[in-house]
């Protein structure tokens, strides 16, 4: 069965600076999808990023990027430029037929 | 833009009590989703729902029920609350389709505290 493992409970970083989140999954499967989503405090989960396996390159929205490690199974999502709107829960997940699996999910704190 | 919404924020029972949580998306999307979510658990998926009338079991099924009887209305049914199933309760949507089937549009969520 596949699996996603967020390691860090919980990360900060200062305003302005780039922080790195890590994500590792576990899977027999060749073609598949992964995600970040975000969750602000009290607000909807939304999706930041996503990537294809079958895609070399990593993904890039705006001031989010991905290095998608494939056989390393290992996708760390960048933030560049943090900032204080960027504080929420981050959430890794693996795409398996019609369902997501997540990650524990990572606290990213901004300090001002 | 997808906006789905859950019926309410804060919901509080007793144990045994019969309780139903509402999720409606305005998408016309295929897809729908209960999860629960736990601290340091991340998001568990309880049922889902392909199309209308149709239900397909997730990881943690067992003292929940689903009803999908029109495509925009999904609920989420505890036949009988206990208080092991206090949890934040997310519903979710997501089109048909190999790509799109993946990207899950989320409601605001209903945080239930059974006592």
């Known amino acids: 069965a596949q699996t996603v493992t967020q390691s860090q409970p919980e990360m900060s970083v200062q305003e302005a600076e780039t922080v790195t989140l890590s994500c590792t999954y576990d899977t027999s499967e060749s073609d598949y999808y992964l995600f970040w989503y975000k969750q602000p405090p009290s607000r909807q989960m939304i999706l930041v990023i996503r990537q294809e396996a079958y895609k070399q390159q990593n993904a890039t929205e705006n001031r989010f990027s991905v290095n998608f490690q494939k056989a390393a199974k290992s996708f760390s999502l960048k933030i560049s430029d943090s900032q204080l709107g960027d504080a929420a829960m981050y959430f890794c997940?693996?795409?398996?037929?019609?369902?997501?699996?997540w990650g524990a999910g990572t606290k990213l704190i901004i300090k001002p | 833009d997808v906006k789905v919404t859950q019926s309410s924020r804060y919901l509080v029972k007793r144990t045994g009590e019969k309780v139903f949580l509402e999720c409606v998306q305005d998408m016309d999307h295929e897809n729908m989703f209960w999860y629960r979510q736990d601290p340091g658990l991340g998001l568990r998926l309880i049922y889902f729902?392909?199309?209308?009338?149709?239900?397909e079991k997730g990881d943690i099924p067992e003292g929940y029920s689903v009803s999908r009887e029109k495509k925009e209305r999904f609920s989420l049914i505890l036949e009988s609350a206990s208080t092991n199933q206090t949890s934040m309760y997310l519903c979710a949507s997501s089109p048909a389709g190999t790509g799109g089937a993946y990207e899950q549009y989320f409601g605001p969520g209903t945080r239930l505290t059974v006592t």
């Open positions: 997940a693996y795409a398996s037929n019609y369902q997501l699996i």
């Open positions: 729902s392909y199309d209308v009338k149709m239900k």
